[in-house]
């Protein structure tokens, strides 16, 4: 077993293939996914009918602070501490602080949609994250859980939902979730960052996570 996941890490891929996977990386953080799906709720599902522009701009502006802006600041401090090696959290002894304190943010901001009475699909997908950090920091006790997969893993459950949820086709969209999680999942591979297994449990986590949410919203 161990020889395999030895030979599936010493596959050699072309340059600009690790170049790509690198920058699919990088656009589909964890850090930045919280705040797509934000816009996807805000303007394309157009779940908020009753806000003006400036509204739904300060929504946005929400979403990417909580975040986005304080678990970067988070990860800059403890780096300029010296309580992480590296921004990167490459080891899972760097991953623990993050985890702790973007965990209380993540638990501020959906307490904030549940309690302002929040469109069902805010609050569930808000929780999800919330919970799938949690299980995230957990698992990282024995694992080093690729953050990317559970991010992905927690989109493409909200997305399949809801499906069953909404009256809308939202099929494509569905279909490209689905796609991307594939896509960023493949790339952290490419790239060396995680083995198989780390990947697998990520999605899993992100999946449980928002089942979770969806059946206790």
Not at 75 to 100: A, C, E, M, N
Not at 103 to 110: P, Q, R, V
Not at 143 to 166: N, R, T
Request: glycine share 6%; aromatic share 16%; with cysteine.
């Amino acid at each position: 077993m161990m020889s395999t996941e030895a030979d599936g890490q010493n596959i050699s891929f072309h340059p600009i293939i690790k170049i790509a996977a690198k920058v699919v990386s990088y656009v589909f953080h964890p850090l930045f996914i919280p705040v797509y799906i934000g816009y996807f709720f805000i303007y394309i599902l157009r779940i908020f009918p009753q806000f003006t522009e400036w509204d739904k701009t300060k929504l946005l502006i929400s979403f990417t602070v909580n975040y986005t802006v304080l678990p970067l600041v988070t990860i800059l401090l403890t780096k300029g501490l010296g309580f992480i090696s590296s921004i990167y959290l490459k080891t899972q002894r760097d991953r623990i602080i993050p985890y702790v304190a973007t965990g209380i943010f993540y638990f501020w901001i959906w307490y904030v949609f549940r309690t302002q009475a929040f469109p069902k699909e805010v609050v569930m997908f808000s929780l999800a994250v919330f919970l799938a950090s949690s299980l995230g920091l957990i698992v990282n006790s024995y694992m080093k859980v690729s953050m990317h997969a559970i991010s992905v893993g927690v989109v493409s459950a909200l997305f399949v939902i809801m499906g069953f949820l909404s009256g809308d086709n939202i099929g494509a969209y569905i279909s490209i979730a689905l796609l991307l999680a594939g896509l960023v999942c493949t790339a952290r591979m490419i790239n060396n960052e995680h083995i198989p297994v780390e990947v697998y449990t990520g999605l899993f986590i992100g999946i449980l996570a928002q089942l979770v949410a969806y059946l206790f919203i």
